[in-house]
């Protein structure tokens, strides 16, 4: 209906976009300046499959188009159930006041341009591992980067996870 309230729904992606040298790409926030995070969002209605959140969320955060630069998308099979900020709790239905997160994991075959999306970052830039989930603000996406070394492609291997 016409002027009705569209609520976000509490279930995300959150995509560690990196190169092979595990260099991982970091996003400053355009409405909390200083805060840094991989590409994040929430699927855009119940019957929207994860990959297609991220492969929508890459593009309209970042300006990647995943199959364009041959990059390689990975479920890693993980989630994470997190207490929504209460900054941001306005746009979820009353009373929601959890999310789950799934991670994936976007290797690159190198760092790309990246067009940002002005109404949803400032800022990107190029880490190495550590430094990137150093400078993350959410624990979750600090976590999930963290764990890229277990599920980066091992270089030159096709077959890994």
């Known amino acids: 209906m016409a002027g009705e309230r569209r609520w976000k729904i509490p279930e995300s992606v959150l995509v560690v976009i ?7 790409l970091l996003l400053e926030r355009a409405d909390h300046p200083g805060y840094w995070q991989s590409v994040t969002g929430s699927i855009a209605d119940a019957s929207e499959p994860l990959e297609q ?8 955060e970042t300006g990647i188009d995943i199959d364009a630069v041959g990059a390689r998308l ?3 099979h993980l989630s994470n159930l997190y207490e929504i900020y209460p900054i941001w709790r306005q746009r979820y239905a009353p009373g929601v006041t959890h999310n789950t997160e799934h991670v994936y994991g976007l290797t690159l075959p190198a760092r790309v341009p990246v067009v940002l999306s002005a109404r949803e970052h400032l800022a990107h830039q190029w880490l190495p591992w550590l430094e990137a ?7 979750s996406n600090a976590e999930a980067i963290l764990q ?4 980066a492609p091992i270089s030159g291997s096709e077959d890994s996870p």
Request: a negative charge.
């Open 133 to 139: 989930a150093e400078r993350c603000f959410s624990p």
């Open 74 to 76: 990975a479920d890693w």
């Open 53 to 60: 959140t991220c492969r929508r969320e890459v593009a309209e």
């Open 18 to 24: 990196h190169t092979p040298a595990l260099e991982v």
């Open 148 to 151: 890229l070394p277990r599920f």
